[in-house]
């Protein structure tokens, strides 16, 4: 592919296959994404049939040959500048500037006419799949990027050919070639696209680096033997050994031993993590210290690292609605120029000076070469690229193009509070039993109660009292209770636990208890009850520990000049208490999940463009409906896959990265647009002759060859500032 609209060709020819759903195509990557249940070798099928090449990527190996074959094709440009550029400058040199080259007329008609036909071989080998593609693209009724420089340099050969073989026909002061203009156009295009090649394999070097994390490699422990074996051939549940200094091959836990691992590349956090027997391990993290042996529980395309790289491909590949725009005006934009090149040569074969048909076909001609719309291609994907790729090195994977641009946007940030603001994992601090009542004997039936429960507090009380080696007793119809709390029956009696509302509901009184919620509240804990269907026997008091950095993230958002809300169905106590302490403002407490969501739509209502930050299934719908979702990575599967954008670590520091590196990406995409949109605009009119009549000035074809080929290069270096972002 080499422009936008070779983008629109493919993605028609994609689309067209039966079952395909979504296709997106990126110039930058030269690879298209494909939704659908459809037969691969269809897919391939159909965009040979557009005109173009393909194949299915799957696994390191092709990543392996695409790399191979990219880098044999830069080499390949380069030869073909050279093979052009040579002959194009001793033409060029002999001709222009020492005027040594022979007229046309006797001897020197051979001379001229050996150019030619040496010409005709160099435009063949460095600039033949220029016409190729052009003429592949005339069969399928379409056009791009080949059909203007084949068609500028083509006539360029052949108005030079006929001045040498019949002279007498064309006017004395038209009898001029052009073979020169035609090598040094087919060098300057080979030359712009090697480089931009160069620049664009530096742009998605994020995925390169996430690929080579994961070794070859694994020691395998098998009958008592350890085996080094390729990655492909470890199974689950395997034991592995991993020595001090290697990567962990792929995801597992930790059977035996302890180390510090180094988590960078998921987290972007530099300080090692200490892991003892059980604990995770992620396929690509380093081992710093110490042997361990660990157990596989993920493989292949399931492991973290494999979907990471899944899904910033995916992002790379997607589109914001701008790019949209972009192909659109891409799939008209040759045609268009076709008929401008076209209107320019009539006119100034029937308007212009003599000789007018000399005129007329170096008008046209530059106009077909100034007007390639490469720069118009790239300078969206590039930029996409490079933005998505910048974050996926700070721990922050976003799912698409749309998040991107949407994420620029952003006026409002609405955090949720438990795993987000918070450590997530609440600890029981203290227990008030009712009177006559044994604390440790509440507390076993309080544990026993939420075995059933996925709630953070319901864990913190699991862990207490598993820390006092109290045993569950059996518990049956166990119930959860949205946004209240739980009950269950235990020796044929309910039970529940849960919070102030899930009491008031069941009418249980709280009078007693008051004076231990007013002190709780001032601690800033959450309170937990425990009652029969008679009265509330038991008061727990659980508190969350804030983030380390959750007071200097929220700040940093605010100085962004964003509007930081938190909402948790926590009582509003304690929400204010920890709201205070981070430096919010705006709380809203005690809410339900569909309050959650209904807050958001009332955001939005109001114009404003909202975020929602959470980590629960409890925030799915919230993170669906925000114009930007934004899941804490340490979080839940549902809350991740709701969400937009993932921090694979616990800070709350990447979503201010996020939402930096999202403005920083948008505001290079319109700048690269911009450059490229005011350069036809600029451009075309220049080429056409516009200036001639206030200036005498032309603007020469090979002077239009590089500015075509520097417009690509400058996008993509534009693009690849992201990568310096701070």
């Not at 914001?320 to 045609?335: G, M, N, Q, T």
């Not at 959750?550 to 809300?565: F, M, R, T, W």
Request: aromatic share 6%; hydrophobic share 50%; net charge neutral.
């Amino acid at each position: 592919m080499m422009c936008a609209g070779c983008v629109s060709s493919v993605e028609t020819a994609l689309q067209s296959v039966a079952g395909v759903t979504q296709a997106n195509v990126n110039l930058a990557e030269r690879t298209a994404q494909v939704l659908g249940k459809v037969d691969p070798a269809a897919l391939v099928q159909a965009v040979k049939a557009a005109g173009y090449t393909a194949a299915i990527m799957q696994g390191r190996a092709a990543e392996q040959e695409k790399e191979a074959h990219e880098q044999a094709q830069y080499q390949r440009l380069w030869r073909r500048v050279w093979v052009a550029g040579i002959p194009a400058a001793a033409l060029f040199i002999g001709d222009m500037l020492l005027h040594v080259l022979p007229g046309m007329e006797g001897s020197g008609r051979w001379f001229w006419l050996s150019t030619g036909l040496v010409t005709l071989a160099v435009m063949v080998y460095s600039g033949g799949h220029f016409f190729t593609g052009a003429w592949q693209q005339l069969k399928h009724r379409n056009s791009n990027m080949d059909t203007l420089i084949a068609l500028g340099t083509g006539t360029a050969w052949l108005y030079s050919m006929l001045v040498v073989l019949f002279p007498a026909a064309i006017p004395s002061l038209a009898r001029h070639a052009y073979f020169e203009a035609a090598l040094v156009i087919i060098a300057l295009v080979s030359f712009g696209n090697a480089l931009e090649m160069r620049a664009r394999g530096r742009t998605s070097a994020a995925i390169k680096s996430l690929m080579k994390l994961q070794p070859p490699i694994a020691h395998v422990i098998r009958n008592g033997q350890e085996l080094d074996l390729p990655l492909e051939e470890v199974g689950l549940e395997e034991t592995l050994r991993v020595r001090a200094g290697e990567t962990v091959p792929l995801d597992g836990k930790l059977l035996q031993g302890q180390s510090h691992v180094d988590e960078s590349m998921l987290t972007g956090e530099s300080v090692p993590v200490t892991k003892n027997a059980g604990d995770t391990l992620t396929g690509g993290t380093l081992n710093g210290s110490g042997s361990f042996l660990m157990q596989v529980s993920h493989i292949g395309a399931d492991t973290v690292l494999a979907q990471i790289i899944a899904m910033i491909r995916q992002a790379q590949s997607s589109k914001p609605a701008i790019a949209r725009l972009v192909d659109k005006v891409a799939s008209v934009f040759v045609p268009v120029v076709v008929s401008i090149a076209i209107v320019t040569f009539m006119l100034w074969y029937w308007l212009g000076p003599e000789p007018s048909l000399s005129y007329a076909i170096v008008t046209s001609m530059t106009v077909l070469v100034i007007a390639c719309p490469c720069a118009l291609g790239l300078a969206t994907p590039i930029s996409i690229i490079a933005g998505v790729g910048k974050a996926a090195q700070s721990g922050i994977l976003i799912r698409n193009g749309e998040a991107l641009q949407q994420a620029a946007k952003l006026d409002t940030v609405v955090l949720d509070k438990t795993g987000t603001i918070t450590q997530g994992k609440p600890t029981l601090n203290l227990t008030h039993a009712a009177a006559g009542q044994d604390a440790d004997h509440l507390l076993q039936l309080a544990a026993s109660l939420e075995r059933g429960s996925e709630h953070p507090l319901g864990a913190a009380i699991r862990e207490a009292a598993k820390a006092k080696g109290l045993a569950d007793v059996p518990v049956a119809n166990f119930t959860a209770i949205v946004g209240h709390g739980a009950q269950a029956v235990l020796d044929g009696q309910t039970w529940y636990i849960g919070n102030t509302r899930l009491m008031t509901r069941q009418g249980l009184a709280l009078d007693a208890w008051q004076d231990r919620l007013k002190a709780l509240d001032a601690q800033g804990q959450t309170p937990v009850f425990l009652a029969d269907s008679q009265q509330v026997v038991a008061l727990f008091g659980i508190a969350d520990a804030i983030k380390p950095d959750a007071a200097a993230s929220i700040h940093a958002l605010q100085q962004q000049g964003l509007d930081v809300i938190m909402l948790t169905g926590d009582r509003r106590e304690v929400a204010e208490h920890i709201a205070q302490q981070v430096g919010i403002r705006s709380v809203y407490a005690e809410v339900l999940p569909a309050d959650k969501l209904q807050l958001i739509g009332t955001l939005q209502a109001q114009g404003r463009k909202v975020a929602m930050v959470g980590d629960g299934v409890n925030d799915a719908p919230a993170l669906a409906q925000a114009d930007v979702g934004i899941a804490i990575g340490a979080g839940t599967d549902a809350a991740i896959a709701a969400a937009d954008i993932t921090l694979v670590g616990h800070s709350l520091r990447g979503i201010s990265h996020a939402i930096a590196v999202s403005k920083a990406t948008v505001r290079t995409i319109w700048q690269n647009l911009f450059g490229a949109f005011i350069y036809n605009v600029l451009g075309i009119p220049v080429a056409a002759g516009l200036l001639y009549p206030f200036t005498g000035l032309l603007l020469d074809p090979m002077i239009a060859g590089l500015a075509m080929a520097l417009s690509s290069v400058t996008v993509v270096a534009n693009a690849n500032r992201l990568a310096r972002l701070k």
